[in-house]
Nanobody
Framework: HVQLVESGGGSVQAGGSLTLSCTVSGYTLFSTWCMGWFRQAPGKKREGIAVIDDDSSTEFADSVKGRFTISRDIAKNTVYLQMNSLTPEDTAMYYC???????????????WGQGTQVTVS
């Protein structure tokens, strides 16, 4: 079965950077999927922050444009989220997800990782 495993979360000071990774297993056509990163802070809805399509086109939420970058390594079945200029408002649980069609809406994604916590102080 398909598994998504995130890593790279942690605590960082405001202005710092983190890179999250998400490795997909159990599906050999990783390159054909849309991959997305989402986050959810306590008491808030899960929001889409970045997606990358099979043609490597990307889309970002306004809140992270210019600060976050999404990329994928087909050979490693891995998608990355490079986060720069982090602020306390970026504190949340971060999830990666996979879907056939790229949208920044969580409801468009059927496969999810377990999440990795990012805390900015």
């Amino acid at each position: 079965h398909v598994q998504l495993v995130e890593s790279g979360g942690g605590s960082v000071q405001a202005g710092g950077s983190l890179t999250l990774s998400c490795t997909v297993s159990g599906y050999t056509l990783f390159s054909t999927w849309c991959m997305g990163w989402f986050r959810q802070a306590p008491g808030k809805k899960r929001e889409g922050i970045a997606v990358i399509d099979d043609d490597s086109s990307t889309e970002f939420a306004d809140s992270v444009k210019g600060r976050f970058t999404i990329s994928r390594d087909i050979a490693k079945n891995t998608v990355y989220l490079q986060m720069n200029s982090l602020t306390p408002e970026d504190t949340a649980m971060y999830y990666c997800a996979a879907a056939q069609y790229c949208r920044l809406q969580p409801t468009a994604f059927g496969y999810w990782g377990q999440g990795t916590q990012v805390t900015v102080s």
